[in-house]
């Protein structure tokens, strides 16, 4: 049996390892930055390298006893760089936020001038926004999104030249088109900036040969290790051979960063995980998974806009798909989350461009194929899903906020109990669950009663 360590040594835990299971297991998961990891990932991340301290790099450790750690280290490294081509790769933040951090410090100082999409366009919080230290620490100027939803080029040129940033962020979290690196790539030379691809969401599309790859255009690239990629939580920082150019200590600079800068021990079970992942970003497999994520995002936006739906920018070239509900009312995120939630299809509200509301109740729902791609759904299943959001998002198209923000919480807890005794939304989730049961997930794993 699974985990039966956990449950006689720890029987309060391992039920709620238990419910997260069949939560995992029962519903369709729609957050585009999360996907499920293969069990070779799992045994890894899992595995007895979570004892070992090796602060440093490979052949150069603070510790003693880190021979194989060394190995596991520049299996990892070596496979990151001939997956992406790159000529450098540090495999060791913890996180992408970390792996960031790392990336500014690396190449600025504190108050320089740094440039990132504005966090309510699609951009992430460690591109400069006001409540993250990246937006503290540095001077931000944010660029946007035009009214139809695309990057506004012009506007981040302009910017650019006029204010002159040290680092130029392209890489989105809430972007449904291809991300222009190119583009960026001409505004970064002009203006002497260093451009930094943040591929986080997208990185498993550019492995799989469904995005183009930033790497012949920008200097670095960050990325997350466990959104489209697949695999475990974690972070790698690269730099292309166009950033060596501009900075041969380039990579030096950065390792200095993550340790002794920011960090201290790398997780090691973790960098081992990260090297399955890798490995299996580069078999054929992975290529038809990627190929098949984005030809289901396209047949659920086509499904959702047949629907009576509408997404920003009438559809997606990658993974991602956003919701625009302003037809139906403005900050109607929170209504549609809870409603797809109770129908057991789990999403996040989102603000969208020219968000009429605020970012805390903004008026779109983001949502994306990763996951319940892995699971084996084709186009058949992302067909009949459109329709199953459009019963739930249905149920609240009356809904609004109340003007007094007082009223708020007493009006959502009827909401929710509301959502609780709605009949629709009980048959959806029973189609929900209907159709997981043909789509298994973690067969192998079995729990006790
Ligand atoms: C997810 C994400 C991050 C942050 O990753 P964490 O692991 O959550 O810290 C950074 N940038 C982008 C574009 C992301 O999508």
């Given at each position: 049996m699974w985990y039966d360590k956990v449950r006689d040594a720890d029987p309060e835990l391992y039920e709620y390892i238990k419910s997260e299971l069949s939560r995992q297991q029962d519903g369709?998961?729609?957050?585009?930055?999360e996907n499920f990891t293969s069990i070779a990932v799992m045994q890894a991340s899992g595995s007895i390298l979570t004892n070992k301290y090796s602060e440093g790099y490979p052949g150069r450790r603070y510790y003693g006893g880190n021979e194989f750690i060394d190995k596991i280290e520049t299996l990892a490294s070596e496979r990151a760089k001939k997956l992406f081509k790159v000529p450098y790769a540090n495999?060791?933040?913890?996180s992408g936020s970390p792996a960031n951090l790392a990336v500014y410090f690396a190449i600025c100082k504190p108050g320089d001038t740094i440039m990132g999409l504005d966090l309510t366009h699609g951009?992430?919080?460690?591109?400069?926004?006001?409540?993250s230290v990246t937006g503290q620490a540095f001077r931000s100027i944010p660029y946007h999104v035009k009214k139809d939803g695309s990057i506004d080029l012009e506007e981040a040129g302009k910017l650019a030249r006029e204010h002159k940033p040290k680092i130029i962020w392209v890489g989105y979290t809430a972007y449904p088109r291809e991300f222009p690196f190119e583009e960026f790539s001409k505004i970064a030379d002009e203006s002497g900036a260093y451009l930094v691809a943040?591929?986080?969401?997208i990185a498993g599309l550019v492995a799989g040969g469904m995005h183009k790859s930033p790497v012949d255009y920008v200097h670095v690239v960050t990325t997350t290790t466990h959104k489209t990629l697949r695999g475990p939580r974690g972070a790698m920082i690269m730099v292309t051979d166009k950033g060596m150019e501009k900075d041969p200590d380039l990579g030096k600079k950065i390792d200095k960063t993550i340790i002794p800068g920011m960090q201290g021990g790398p997780h090691n079970h973790q960098t081992a995980a990260v090297a399955v992942a890798l490995l299996e970003a580069s078999k054929p497999e992975f290529r038809e998974y990627a190929g098949q994520v984005v030809r289901n995002a396209k047949a659920l936006a086509d499904s959702l806009m047949k629907n009576g739906l509408t997404t920003v920018t009438n559809g997606t070239d990658t993974h991602l798909i956003l919701i625009d509900l302003t037809p139906f009312g403005k900050g109607l995120g929170i209504f549609a989350e809870e409603a797809l939630g109770a129908a057991g299809i789990t999403v996040n509200k989102n603000t969208i461009p020219n968000e009429q509301s605020s970012a805390f109740y903004p008026s779109g729902i983001r949502l994306g194929t990763p996951a319940i791609t892995t699971r084996g759904m084709k186009e058949p299943e992302m067909e009949i899903i459109g329709g199953l959001f459009a019963e739930a998002i249905n149920q609240v198209r009356e809904e609004h906020l109340p003007e007094n923000k007082e009223e708020l919480p007493a009006y959502l807890e009827k909401f929710r109990r509301g959502l609780k005794e709605n009949q629709k939304l009980k048959e959806v989730r029973a189609r929900v669950v209907e159709m997981t049961r043909r789509f298994p997930?973690?067969?192998e794993i079995e729990l006790s009663r």
């Open positions: 369709l998961e729609m957050i585009p930055s495999v060791q933040p913890y951009g992430h919080l460690t591109h400069g926004w006001k409540t943040d591929i986080s969401h997930l973690y067969r």
